[in-house]
């Protein structure tokens, strides 16, 4: 648990972030290994050829060398090895503002088998929008599905290896309960409002529903609670 812990911080670091965005602009979206090119960047995922373990972790001739990181699609990467082992029903509130890098950060980190609770992916997948859309009108039955979701976690229902309760979460109280029901430990996305916006100007994906998300973004600032 503790190196599984370590592990995804660095993923969430700023560093290797910035690292990885950075060899995809010089590499490319492609995978480097079946050639998939990957229009959608954060489906790309940096792997270290040098598996990282807790005596290598603060070695950033290891962690942030471009020469032992390799751009791979999930397919590929799950192909490669179960990353952190046989792992049982670990629980991880991954939350942070709109556009921080929250599902790419748990594509980085996750493995097949594990649960993703998404929020974005339940809207998605309930009204057959595209992931931007949230028709309002849906929203009692998304989080119907939701607080179903939980309860499997809660209760450790399934044969699911480790789950990931994916969203904004911005006021402390609900997270701190959410932490303490589901026995889950926290994993937050940081990046400044300036940084979201620059994002959300570099999505080609987003150009109809700038204004619209430029509200999100705002609205998870105004509300956050350390």
């Known amino acids: 648990m503790a190196r599984l812990q370590a592990i995804q911080q660095l993923y969430?670091?700023?560093?290797?972030?910035e690292l990885r965005r950075t060899?995809?602009?010089e590499r490319g979206a492609r995978c480097e290994r079946c050639g998939a090119i990957l229009e959608d960047t954060s489906q790309i995922i940096a792997h270290h050829k040098v598996e990282i373990t807790l005596s290598n972790l603060n070695d950033p001739a290891v962690t942030l060398n471009p020469d032992n990181i390799e751009l791979v699609c999930l397919d590929?990467?799950?192909?490669?090895?179960?990353?952190?082992?046989?792992?049982?029903?670990?629980?991880?509130?991954?939350?942070?503002?709109?556009?921080?890098g929250k599902s790419t950060f748990v594509r980085q980190t996750?493995?097949?088998?594990?649960?993703?609770?998404?929020m974005d992916a339940l809207w998605q997948a309930i009204s057959g929008q595209p992931i931007y859309d949230k028709p309002n009108n849906l929203r009692f039955n998304v989080f119907a599905?939701?607080?179903?979701?939980?309860?499997?976690i809660r209760t450790r229902y399934g044969r699911w290896n480790d789950a990931y309760l994916i969203g904004?979460?911005?006021?402390?109280?609900?997270?701190?309960?959410?932490?303490?029901?589901?026995?889950?430990?926290?994993?937050?996305?940081?990046?400044?409002?300036e940084e979201c916006i620059a994002r959300l100007y570099q999505d080609p994906q987003r150009v109809q529903v700038r204004q619209q998300w430029e509200?999100?973004?705002?609205?998870?600032?105004?509300?956050?609670?350390e």
Request: a negative charge; hydrophobic letters at 35%.
């Open 215 to 225: 509200g999100y973004i705002q609205s998870w600032f105004d509300q956050y609670q």
């Open 145 to 152: 599905v939701r607080g179903l979701l939980i309860d499997n």
């Open 168 to 193: 904004g979460y911005p006021q402390s109280a609900e997270r701190q309960q959410l932490l303490e029901e589901l026995g889950a430990v926290p994993v937050y996305c940081d990046a400044t409002q």
């Open 23 to 25: 060899l995809i602009v």
């Open 76 to 100: 590929c990467h799950n192909r490669e090895h179960n990353r952190f082992g046989p792992v049982a029903h670990n629980v991880f509130l991954v939350y942070g503002p709109p556009l921080s």
């Open 12 to 17: 969430v670091s700023k560093p290797f972030r």
């Open 110 to 118: 996750a493995r097949r088998g594990d649960l993703m609770v998404d």
